[in-house]
């Protein structure tokens, strides 16, 4: 759970969608080949792989005693919820390790970017450095940041592809094969 971008600078309120822009307005490279996870505020094209939208989605839905997926757009869904639960459970940690970054600074905004930077640095440096974490092991697995917004703003620079709408079919039928056959 290390981070390998970070974009400081943006206000907690500011909408997932707006800061994405704003990063992809950058150069950042090094992500030819691969997706980013991202939840239904966002549109379903290359580049951002997205969860069927009206399908059971969250951790919670699938819990104990809960039904099991029905079919493969719920398999999918029930599998990215795992591990964008990866993302907000590194946010959690990071929050948990610095007490910092869990309140509003005083700090002059520059400041205060430098200091999410520092912190995600020192993280990364902490995890590959020491074995058994104590601050990790606080964070829950399902954990879900209570103070992250749900933003229902989609990006409107980005077309939808329905190569890669075919291609998240795809992989939602051959996931649900897989996990017929084990």
Same mark, same amino acid.
């Given at each position: 759970?290390?981070?390998?971008?970070?974009? *400081?600078?943006?206000?907690?309120?500011?909408?997932?969608?707006?800061? /994405?822009?704003?990063?992809?307005?950058?150069? +950042?490279?090094?992500?030819? $080949?691969?997706?980013? /996870? !991202?939840?239904? $505020?966002?549109?379903? !094209?290359?580049?951002? /792989?997205?969860?069927?939208?009206?399908?059971?989605?969250?951790?919670?839905?699938? $819990?104990? $005693?809960?039904?099991?997926?029905?079919?493969?757009?719920?398999?999918?869904?029930?599998?990215?919820?795992?591990?964008?639960?990866? +993302?907000?459970? *590194?946010?959690?940690?990071?929050?948990?390790?610095?007490?910092?970054?869990? &309140?509003?600074?005083?700090?002059?905004?520059?400041?205060?970017?430098?200091?999410?930077?520092? !912190?995600?640095?020192?993280?990364? &440096?902490?995890?590959?450095?020491?074995?058994?974490?104590?601050?990790?092991?606080?964070?829950?697995?399902?954990?879900?940041?209570?103070?992250?917004?749900?933003?229902?703003?989609?990006?409107?620079? +980005?077309?939808?592809?329905?190569?890669?709408?075919?291609?998240?079919?795809?992989?939602?039928?051959?996931?649900?094969?897989?996990?017929?056959?084990?």
């Amino acid at each position: 759970m290390n981070f390998i971008y970070m974009l *400081a600078g943006w206000e907690g309120s500011a909408s997932d969608s707006r800061v /994405l822009k704003s990063a992809l307005s950058r150069e +950042i490279g090094g992500f030819s $080949g691969n997706y980013y /996870l !991202c939840d239904k $505020g966002y549109t379903n !094209c290359e580049g951002f /792989l997205t969860p069927y939208r009206n399908v059971r989605y969250h951790l919670s839905e699938w $819990g104990h $005693g809960q039904a099991t997926p029905q079919n493969e757009k719920e398999y999918f869904n029930m599998r990215h919820a795992s591990a964008r639960n990866v +993302i907000e459970r *590194a946010w959690g940690i990071l929050k948990a390790r610095w007490a910092i970054l869990r &309140f509003a600074s005083l700090y002059l905004v520059k400041t205060q970017n430098q200091i999410v930077l520092a !912190c995600g640095l020192l993280h990364n &440096f902490i995890r590959f450095n020491v074995e058994n974490d104590p601050v990790e092991a606080e964070v829950p697995e399902g954990f879900e940041d209570s103070q992250a917004p749900m933003v229902n703003e989609y990006i409107s620079t +980005i077309e939808t592809s329905l190569v890669w709408s075919n291609w998240r079919d795809q992989l939602a039928r051959d996931m649900r094969n897989e996990f017929r056959h084990t």
